[in-house]
T-cell receptor, first 112, second 111 residues
Framework: NAGVTQTPKFRVLKTGQSMTLLCAQD?????MYWYRQDPGMGLRLIHY???????AKGEVPDGYNVSRLKKQNFLLGLESAAPSQTSVYFC???????????FGDGTRLSIL | EDQVTQSPEALRLQEGESSSLNCSYT??????LFWYRQDPGKGPEFLFT???AGEEKEKERLKATLTKKESFLHITAPKPEDSATYLC????????????FGAGTQVVVTP
């Protein structure tokens, strides 16, 4: 029973490099979210999707792009990584807007 | 703008010593308030959803309550395995499922 799976679990990048974080869910959920978690600041929403083919900006979208080509996958891209993007990234999914979100175990990203 | 404030930031308890965590919030209209538990190196794990003032939910040693301005998570006779960071999040009525999280309360329960 996988739930929400994030790939990779850890990554170190150099400033200016690009990468894509993958989130996959096997619960047939419509809603998917990308958050970042920084010490003392709680989880902040980057982008979200309310269904296949849709995406929308969250609280802190600058420097990130997303795509939801398939219902079960939600990709987060960093086109030109910056040290300020060093963080732990969490993906979540949920069946409806007022139902609990289920989280993956995160991707720990360091940008040097 | 939605705001969520959790207190205290950290709490150290002896095993069996009951206590409460606070989550105060400001939203234009509350669709739901969510409590999560997060262990080190893991993602948040869902605990409770509360939808209206006066509602209460219980699970083992945890009990969550809700008023119009705040929620409490009561930990009764905690055990060391209750050590974790507890997160509170609110959803506004027009938020399309988006959650606004508090910074969390880190709880350590010692034997």
């Amino acid at each position: 029973n996988a739930g929400v799976t994030q790939t990779p679990k850890f990554r170190v990048l150099k400033t200016g490099q690009s990468m894509t974080l993958l989130c996959a869910q096997d619960m047939n959920h419509e809603y998917m979210y990308w958050y970042r978690q920084d010490p003392g600041m709680g989880l902040r929403l980057i982008h979200y999707s309310v269904g296949e083919g849709t995406t929308a900006k969250g609280e802190v979208p600058d420097g990130y792009n997303v795509s939801r080509l398939k219902k079960q996958n939600f990709l987060l891209g960093l086109e030109s990584a910056a040290p300020s993007q060093t963080s732990v990234y969490f993906c979540a999914s949920g069946p409806y807007s007022n139902q609990p979100q289920h989280f993956g175990d995160g991707t720990r990203l360091s940008i040097l | 703008e939605d705001q969520v404030t959790q207190s205290p930031e950290a709490l150290r308890l002896q095993e069996g010593e009951s206590s409460s965590l606070n989550c105060s919030y400001t939203v234009s209209g509350l669709r739901g308030l969510f409590w999560y538990r997060q262990d080190p190196g893991k993602g948040p794990e869902f605990l409770f959803t509360l939808y209206s003032a006066g509602e209460e939910k219980e699970k083992e040693r945890l009990k969550a309550t809700l008023t119009k301005k705040e929620s409490f998570l009561h930990i009764t006779a905690p055990k060391p395995e209750d050590s974790a960071t507890y997160l509170c999040a609110v959803q506004d009525t027009d938020s399309w499922g988006k959650l606004q999280f508090g910074a969390g309360t880190q709880v350590v329960v010692t034997p």
